[in-house]
């Protein structure tokens, strides 16, 4: 049976990652990328050059794109404090959503994303460490029961900073980040800027999937107050649960970037349960475990993932396909816990106190 052909659109370049999802579109072979637009139109060009995007592809006003290309998915990438305005801006033409992460500014504003989308139609946010390979198989092993019950987990996320790398991960120069630096949304508070909302949502949103989808009770967060800027370059977060204590720590100003060579403290995750503990790094194609039952610390393959885990975009369509809903941290229920401790963190930094959710 002929698979059907997917009508992609990417809309909205506030964010560097629009460039990896949309090699990720075009990649797949039952994708037509059909449109990009953004209201800069010089922040397209990167785009048109690297992926030969035909010039009557291109749109400087969104809703020329979505009349025109006709798409049946939109990869949406705007800055954290607009996911809500521009989800409800392009629902309307009846398209299935990818939000590039986070979920959104606040919890009011998730909730309205879900609100604006047809009942038939799916809204998916990606967190692109949902798919990589050590990530995924630490999951599976806390599926599997290696760990017990899970108690804990503890995440550190973060890299040099927002502006140091581009599309595909280019790497710019110190002169570009300071050129950029003024005008960019990723420091400016009213547009969500900050590491505590650019990484947060990481440690929150894969932890609630390592926990089985648990609350917290309870969430502490601290932020640092860096002289000259309005956002925080570093927070560290508690949540407190039922069954014992996470931690969350997000940072900008790493000496290197963890897809390049791993910084210290490294960037991943370590979940403990009442049986065992997994450290998962970024990037790695390993875990390494440690069991009642093998005291030894001790390493376990992570091979790479299988169709249709490998990115977003194949794992949506898949889905669609199917007929089937949106699991893991991709998933609205497990994304909406997450923007629910970042909340309570936002708040708990604003007023030093700890917030119960």
């Known amino acids: ?25 075009i990649s797949h072979p039952q994708v037509e990328l059909v449109g990009i637009s953004d209201e800069q139109p010089k922040r397209l060009e990167e785009a048109v050059s690297k992926l030969r995007i035909p010039r009557d592809r291109v749109f400087a006003d969104y809703r020329q794109c979505l009349s025109q290309a ?14 809500g305005e521009w989800v409800k801006k392009v629902a309307p033409a009846g398209v299935h959503i990818i939000v590039e992460k986070p979920f959104a500014a606040s919890l009011k504003e998730a909730d309205s994303m879900v609100k604006a989308m047809a009942k038939d139609r799916t809204l998916m946010i990606n967190w692109p460490l949902q798919w990589l390979r050590s990530h995924r198989k630490a999951f599976d092993l806390v599926q599997s029961g290696v760990l017990g ?19 595909d991960k280019d790497e710019k120069t110190a002169a ?16 969500g800027g900050g590491s505590l909302l650019d990484y947060l949502g990481y440690g929150t949103t894969l932890g609630t999937w ?34 014992g204590l996470s931690k969350f720590e997000t940072r900008w100003g790493t000496f290197t970037d963890p897809w390049t060579l791993q910084p210290q403290p490294h960037c991943g995750f370590v979940i403990a349960g009442t049986e065992g503990t997994i450290s998962s790094q970024d ?7 440690q069991t009642r039952r093998r005291p030894k610390v ?3 393959a992570a091979p790479e993932p299988k169709a249709p885990h490998r990115n977003p975009v194949e794992y949506l369509l898949h889905c669609l396909d199917h ?9 609205l229920p497990i994304s909406r816990i997450g923007q629910e401790i970042v909340d309570a963190a936002v708040r708990s930094a604003a007023t030093g106190r700890t917030v119960r959710l």
Request: aromatic content about 10%.
């Open 70 to 83: 006709r798409p049946d998915v939109v990869i949406l990438c705007p800055s954290a404090s607009s996911h």
């Open 210 to 243: 390592y926990q089985g989808g648990r609350r917290p009770i309870e969430v502490t967060a601290v932020v640092d107050q860096p002289d000259g800027l309005e956002v925080d370059e570093h927070s560290i977060v508690v949540a407190r649960y039922a069954q």
């Open 298 to 300: 001790h390493r376990v």
């Open 1 to 25: 049976m002929k698979k059907r052909t997917w009508r992609i659109a990417g809309i909205n370049f506030d964010h560097f990652h629009m460039g990896d999802l949309l090699r990720m579109a």
């Open 176 to 191: 570009q980040v300071a050129a950029e630096k003024p005008n960019s949304w990723f420091y400016q508070r009213r547009h």
């Open 149 to 167: 019950d899970v108690l804990n987990v503890w995440h550190f996320g973060g890299n040099r900073g927002p502006l140091w790398h581009g599309a």
């Open 283 to 289: 990037y790695d194609d390993f875990v390494t475990v």
């Open 323 to 331: 007929g089937k809903p949106l699991e893991g941290p991709v998933s």
